[in-house]
Each structure stands twice: as structure tokens, then as C-alpha cells.
T-cell receptor, first 113, second 118 residues
């Protein structure tokens, strides 16, 4: 069975500063990896996904993530955050050949003006 | 393009009442997922369908919960009788399989139904 760990439940960051949201996963087989963002009172929106190929994946809103197989990590980064990035971010994993998407517990990103 | 549409957006009802949540997936998508989100347990997959057929309902918490997908454009999640601990946000998501790489297509989420059982 796969699992996802997001160690930071809350991350406060000053506006225009860089941010990294951490995600580690566990699985006995190859995986697909995803980051979703949830704005208040809305559903989850896909930020980016890693399927195969280049380990550096670029997504929407200036976010990117790097897949590190040896460390089983898929950390999300943005070089300069904006007030509008305030939201909850979820890392998710799905095993090859499996429909189930397993989510982490989420990281609440708060941007400080 | 219309996304996944859920109704109602908010539901407040008394315990013991029947609750029905509705979902219209994105046209052409044939995988549909129901999730529940709470502060304590985060996002949990309750059940998912492929081509209107329930594939895995191991996440359904109790027999009080049931889900149906009578056709490709509609699904319901029903709770009968409802209890206060069912209060949560319920999300529906769908995914397409028209692409040859079906398994790496992302899920698209609706805006959820916020359910409060008094």
C-alpha cells in the first residue's frame, strides 16, 4: 500500500520570499505523483504531476516540484510567493496500475504581507 | 468547459434524516470518485466507479452510506440515517479514459458539498 507524509501542517512565508513544501511517499512499486491546491471553499485543483522522464516538473502559478527517487520525495517549490498563493496544498501518490489516489494530510501555506 | 458539478453546495439537516449528495462528472469522463474531507482524517476515498460500475467501496464507512451511478453523467452518495459524525465536506472527482495513457490522467474535483448534521 502507498502512503504520503507531509511533515509541515502549516507554513508561514513572507510575500516574495521562496517556499518549499515537503512531501515524502512510501510505495513498493513505481508511482505517479501529484500536487493539488485547495483554495477556501473550493475543490482541489491540480498544480502539477510527475509521471516519468525529467525529475523536475513545472506546474501552474509558477510552482515546480522535483522527484527524488532515492529519497522518495516530491517537494514543491516556488521562488517568490504572492498573497494569492495562500491555500492548502496536498501531495498525492498513485501506484502504477492502480486507480486509487492517496493524499497527504495537507500543508496550509500562509503568506504574510 | 464545465467542470465536475456537485449539488447542493451546503446541506444542514437533523440527525436521522436521509441525505443525498449529487455529482455530474465532466462529459466523457468514465471514472468517478467520492471523497470525504474532515479535519481529523483529511481526504478519504469512499468509493470509485469505472464505466458506472463500482470498483472499490472499501472506504465506505458503514452500511448507512451507499453510492450509485445510474448513467455516465450522474452519481449519488446517500447517507441514511445521518449522524452528526457524518458532518464533513464531500467531494466528487472524475477522470477521463479517452487517452491511451488513461492511468496517468489526473482527477478533476468538484467544489464539494459541505454537510452539517445537527
Amino acid at each position: 500500500a502507498q502512503s504520503v507524509t507531509q511533515l509541515d501542517s502549516q507554513v508561514p512565508v513572507f510575500e516574495e520570499a521562496p517556499v518549499e513544501l515537503r512531501c515524502n511517499y512510501s510505495s513498493s512499486v513505481s508511482v505517479y505523483l501529484f500536487w493539488y491546491v485547495q483554495y477556501p471553499n473550493q475543490g482541489l485543483q491540480l498544480l502539477l504531476k510527475y509521471l516519468s522522464g525529467s525529475t523536475l516538473v513545472k506546474g501552474i502559478n509558477g510552482f515546480e516540484a522535483e522527484f527524488n527517487k532515492s529519497q522518495t520525495s516530491f517537494h514543491l517549490r516556488k521562488p517568490s510567493v504572492h498573497i494569492s498563493d495562500t491555500a492548502e496544498y496536498f501531495c498525492a501518490v498513485r501506484n502504477f496500475g492502480n486507480e486509487k489516489l492517496t493524499f497527504g494530510t495537507g500543508t496550509r501555506l500562509t503568506i504574510i504581507p | 468547459d464545465a467542470g465536475v458539478i456537485q449539488s447542493p453546495r451546503h446541506e444542514v439537516t437533523e440527525m436521522g434524516q436521509e441525505v443525498t449528495l449529487r455529482c455530474k462528472p465532466i462529459s466523457g469522463h468514465n471514472s468517478l470518485f467520492w471523497y470525504r474531507q474532515t479535519m481529523m482524517r483529511g481526504l478519504e476515498l469512499l468509493i470509485y466507479f469505472n464505466n458506472n460500475v463500482p470498483i472499490d467501496d472499501s472506504g465506505m464507512p458503514e452500511d448507512r452510506f451507499s453510492a450509485k451511478m445510474p448513467n455516465a453523467s450522474f452519481s449519488t452518495l446517500k447517507i441514511q440515517p445521518s449522524e452528526p459524525r457524518d458532518s464533513a465536506v464531500y467531494f466528487c472527482a472524475s477522470r477521463g479514459s479517452f487517452h491511451k495513457d488513461r492511468m496517468n490522467q489526473p482527477q478533476h474535483f468538484g467544489d464539494g458539498t459541505r454537510l452539517s448534521i445537527l
